[in-house]
């Protein structure tokens, strides 16, 4: 109950902050880059409606935006989509996690010291926050969990490292409609048996936080020996195994599906389940969902 009554207050503090910003005519636009892991925003203050006059009031202007900073960002963090059926905002509301205080969101970006307006009108300042610090700090276990095993495994090449392409519409799985597949923090990989290949628990926490890399359809159609976009290259390798979707599952669907026979060249090989637990895989997205702006 305690617990409970903390959140009601916190969040009723963030109500407060929230309106006082929008009186204070703050306001702050900005992405989420799924390509680089990354929230880029832009906290913009309005110096002629909180009545500051520069050069004097520079300093106060810029505590206005440090302070509304967090406040202002704290709602579009919430909405991150940790896999296909959860947010950010989802884990908070169960206990799960506890790192959005104002202080750590403060703490987790980086800055770019505030600039003013040609017409010296507004100030505003940009600020990083990495996604991948969001995942670092979602991950609970210490020992990866095992990958699917196949009884009779069958020879196969060993590759460098696994993309899935999954760029154009896809079938939902139990659904008659399809959809673009949209990027989380953890999505899971399905065979078209609707076995689990691969999922969060299952990388090794001590050589990688970050599961998957997300890219667009450029990456793998460059003018390089492997074709592959260099720093593509640097995860999986000049000898990936090339995986075209054939679904997508989940609530909201970031899941792909794989055929199985694609499934069983990562599974019947040690070295190929390997590139999961190493976290060496790429999924191929449209570009349109690789950004989202607020």
């Known amino acids: 109950m305690c617990m409970k009554r903390g959140m009601l207050y916190g969040f009723l503090v ?26 880029n925003a832009a906290v913009k203050v309005n110096l002629t409606s909180v009545g500051i006059r520069l050069p004097t009031g520079r300093i106060h ?19 991150i989509p940790v896999d296909s059926s959860a947010t950010l905002g989802d884990l908070l509301n169960r206990g799960e996690f506890s790192m959005l205080g104002t202080d750590t969101i ?18 505003s300042a940009r600020y990083t926050l990495s996604l991948n610090q969001l995942s670092a700090s979602l991950i609970r276990h210490s020992r990866p969990k095992d990958t699917m095993r196949v009884l009779i495994p069958r020879p196969v090449a060993s590759y460098t490292g696994i993309i899935i392409i999954a760029d154009e519409s896809l079938p939902i799985h139990g659904r008659s409609t399809a959809a673009l597949a ?29 599961m998957i890399r ?11 020996p492997s074709g592959l976009d260099e720093d593509l290259t640097k995860l999986v390798g000049t000898n990936p195994l090339r ?3 054939r679904g997508v599952f989940g609530i909201r669907p970031t899941d792909p599906i794989i055929d199985r026979e694609d499934a069983l060249l990562i599974v019947s090989s040690e070295d190929n389940r390997r590139l999961l637990r190493e976290g060496k895989v790429a999924i191929v997205l449209n570009s349109e969902v690789l950004s989202n702006r607020f």
């Open 14 to 39: 963030f109500l407060v902050g929230s309106v006082f910003s929008q009186t204070k005519a703050v306001d702050i636009t900005g992405s989420v880059e799924w390509g680089r892991m990354e929230i």
């Open 61 to 79: 202007a810029e505590e206005i935006i440090s302070d509304e900073y967090p406040h202002l960002m704290r709602p579009y963090l919430l909405s």
């Open 106 to 123: 403060s703490l987790a970006a980086r800055k770019i010291p505030p600039t003013l307006s040609i017409d010296l009108a507004v100030m």
């Open 182 to 210: 949209l990027p989380c923090i953890f999505p899971k990989i399905w065979d078209t048996n609707m076995n689990l290949i691969y999922e969060h628990n299952m990388m090794d926490p001590e050589i990688v936080h970050t």
């Open 214 to 224: 997300y890219v667009g359809p450029d990456s793998i159609f460059r003018p390089t």
């Open 243 to 245: 995986i075209i979707a």
